[in-house]
Structure formats: structure tokens, C-alpha cells
């Protein structure tokens, strides 16, 4: 049996402490697309250059890919909890893969003996759609704030912002997660924050074109901008109804010409 001795195995814990962080904010496959990016987010947390530099020659190698092939699926015959992959195993995939020495694929071998663990899994598993669960218990804010120019019969123009703050809600789950389904399938971890982001680049946008069709309305009278403020909040409902979503509040309305 392969023995890590107790300094390594400190060393191996931090270096896989963080390359878990990395796997719950952007998910299992960003190790392999975004090789250069852990690496260099390793260096930064002051980890071995060597051993990053091993590991970035792995994931070029898509040794996450070939490992995550050996374990059985849930429900699979052998799949277990403490199911794991034996390291003489993965002495033999890295030697054939990453042609590093004998040395440095032991250093990785140890490595990925810590990341595919049963408990690291296990610690995984539990921020497994935590995100979403997250996004659907609370109320969101998103501050909007658009532009648009009115162009006149006459060929003036005249320059108008508004800006407000929508309170909305997840009111049917399963839409909701109809919409980010991709996202989720990309990233199983994905936080809160980033579902939201989601959403609000689309209502932004929406937003941003209602406004703009608002104050080119005509070309002859001035528009009314507290009138917008009525109108756009049946737009408002239909858009985030579309995605599972439901308007609580619109707040802090405000919208001015600006000087010429």
C-alpha cells in the first residue's frame, strides 16, 4: 500500500482544498478548459510551482476526464461511497498520458489520490445544486438604469435616463430550472449570484429597448417619462413570467431629460 508521508500529505491537502473551490464556482470541467487559469490561481496561492506545473500538464492531458471514467455511476454495479481509484492505477494512466518522470508523476499520482478521495466527493457532493436551491428561496434586486435619445420630426434630439429597482422572486421552480438547465449540465455548482446574473443580462436588456421604444414613441410630443414607469410593469410581469419568475416591487423610479 502507497504511503503519503504526513508533510506531503499536508501539502496535498491544501493544494486539493483549492482546486475544490475551483470545481464548486465554476464545476468539474473548468479544470480542463481553463487549464492556464488554475494554474496560474494556484502559483497565486503560493503552492508549489512545480507540482502546479505537473498539474497543468495533467489537465492538458484531460486526466479529471479519464479518472471520472473508472469510477461507476449511482446505481452502477460497485459504485459505492468509499469507492476510489487504487494509486498503482493511477500510477499506470498518468505514465501513459502526461509522459512526466517517475517522479513527478508520483507527486501527481498523490495528488489525485487526495482530489478523488471518497470524503472530497462526499464534501462536493453536498454544494451539488446549493446554488440553485439558494436562488429559489430568496427575493433578488436588480438595479436598472438605461439611456435613449429622442429624435424628433425636426431632427433635434433630446437625451433621457431613467433608472429603477426590480424586487423579484422564483414563483415556479421548475421553469426556473427549465431556463438554467445548461448552465446547471455545465456546472452543477453554479452560485446564486451567477443564476441571477443570468436572468438580469436578459431583463437588463429588455429594459434597456422598452425605454428606447418608450421615448421614440412620437415624433411630434415630448414623452411623458412617469408614464413609462405605468407601462413597462406589464412587461415587467411577462418577461419574468416566462422564466418561472414573479415581480414583488418596483421601486425608486426615476427619469429626467437631460440638458442639451
Keep these: 500500500m502507497h504511503t503519503i508521508h504526513t508533510k506531503d500529505q499536508e501539502r496535498y491537502k491544501a493544494i486539493v482544498e483549492d482546486v475544490t473551490k475551483i470545481i464548486v464556482a465554476h464545476g468539474l470541467s473548468f479544470l480542463e478548459s481553463q487549464a492556464w487559469t488554475v494554474y496560474t490561481t494556484l502559483l497565486h496561492n503560493n503552492h508549489s510551482q512545480v507540482l502546479a506545473q505537473h498539474i497543468l500538464v495533467s489537465l492538458a492531458a484531460k486526466i479529471p476526464t479519464e ?8 446505481g452502477q454495479s460497485g459504485a ?4 476510489k481509484i487504487e494509486h498503482q492505477e493511477l500510477i499506470k494512466i498518468l505514465t501513459e498520458k502526461c509522459f512526466l518522470n517517475a517522479e513527478a508523476t508520483s507527486m501527481l499520482a498523490d495528488f489525485y489520490t487526495e482530489l478523488f478521495a471518497p470524503k472530497t466527493f462526499a464534501a462536493l457532493k453536498k454544494q451539488k445544486g446549493k446554488g440553485f436551491q439558494d436562488f429559489c428561496k430568496k427575493n433578488h434586486e436588480f438595479e436598472w438604469e438605461g439611456s435613449a435619445t429622442w429624435v424628433t420630426k425636426f431632427k433635434t434630439s433630446f437625451e433621457y435616463t431613467a433608472n429603477m429597482t426590480v424586487i423579484y422572486k422564483v414563483e415556479d421552480k421548475s421553469k426556473v430550472k427549465a431556463a438554467v438547465s445548461d ?23 429588455m429594459l434597456d429597448d422598452t425605454f428606447c421604444d418608450y421615448i421614440n414613441g412620437d415624433d411630434y410630443y415630448e414623452p411623458v417619462l412617469d408614464e413609462y414607469c405605468f407601462n413597462v410593469e406589464d412587461e415587467i410581469n411577462e418577461f419574468l413570467s ?6 414583488v416591487e418596483l421601486t425608486d423610479f426615476d427619469a429626467q431629460a437631460l440638458d442639451e
Design 67 to 74: 479518472l471520472l471514467s473508472l469510477l461507476p455511476a449511482k
Design 80 to 83: 459505492s461511497e468509499n469507492t
Design 183 to 205: 448552465l446547471i449540465l455545465e456546472n452543477p455548482y453554479i452560485a446564486e449570484e451567477d443564476l441571477a446574473e443570468y436572468f438580469e443580462k436578459y431583463l437588463q436588456e
Design 242 to 247: 416566462k422564466y418561472g419568475l414573479a415581480l
